[in-house]
């Protein structure tokens, strides 16, 4: 079975901290992604890679940057965290093409 | 960009009632997906599915790609069915707003 684990199931952090969420896959997929989930908003992409070092914007990448430096692991980092970043934020991976994607169980982040 | 509705937004049940959630996408699209979030928030895979008609137990999704929609069928609703099911368009990765089921005893 596909595993996609995130590094904290909970995080509760201050204003202005520079923020760190880790995602790792063991099914050494290539496509990994970062979605964020609001009330009533569903799920909203923001940002996914296709390999290693590669990264593309999804559709709200703003205040939000990404980390891959090794193909089964993929970082999610606020560089000043704010209140509205407060989500669930959910990590999936996939492999290369229109693959299905496998989803993590998430981190609720509150930002104080 | 695509668009992706799903209805009715909320469903309430009794424990061994069908139903049927409706996914409907504004453009062509490579793939689908249907998802069940449980109430912990973890997102389940239910089906992959870009055309035709799959099944799982007592859940089956069709996918009319030329129409433009996708259909899952939940039948003999249990109180585990509870939680809110996500349609999801690919490869640009779209999802709905999800449809929230309930079930009750």
């Known amino acids: 079975d596909v595993k996609v684990t995130q590094s904290s199931r909970y995080l509760v952090k201050r204003t202005g901290e520079k923020v760190f969420l880790e995602c790792v896959q063991d099914?050494?997929?290539?496509?990994m992604f970062w979605y964020r989930q609001d009330p009533g908003l569903g799920l909203r992409l923001i940002y996914f890679s296709y390999d290693v070092k590669m990264k593309e914007k999804g559709d709200i990448p703003e205040g939000y940057s990404v980390s891959r430096e090794k193909k089964e692991r993929f970082s999610l980092i606020l560089e000043s965290a704010s209140t509205n970043q407060t989500s669930m934020y959910l990590c999936?991976?996939?492999?290369?093409?229109?693959?299905?994607?496998?989803f993590g169980p998430g981190t609720r982040l509150t930002v104080l | 960009g695509i668009q992706v509705e799903q209805s009715p937004p909320d469903l309430i049940l009794q424990e061994g009632a069908n139903s049927t959630l409706r996914c409907n996408f504004s453009?062509?699209?490579?793939?689908l997906q249907w998802f069940h979030q449980n109430p912990w928030g973890q997102l389940i895979n239910l089906f992959y599915?870009?055309?035709g008609t799959k099944q799982n137990g007592r859940l089956s999704a069709t996918t009319v790609a030329t129409e433009r929609y996708s259909l899952l069928y939940i039948s003999s609703s249990q109180t585990t069915d509870s939680g809110v099911y996500f349609c999801a368009v690919l490869p640009i990765s779209i999802f709905g707003t999800g449809t929230r089921l309930q079930v009750f005893p």
């Open positions: 599915i870009p055309s």
């Open positions: 099914m050494d997929h290539e496509n």
């Open positions: 999936a991976s996939s492999s290369a093409g229109l693959a299905e994607q496998f």
């Open positions: 453009d062509s699209v490579n793939n």
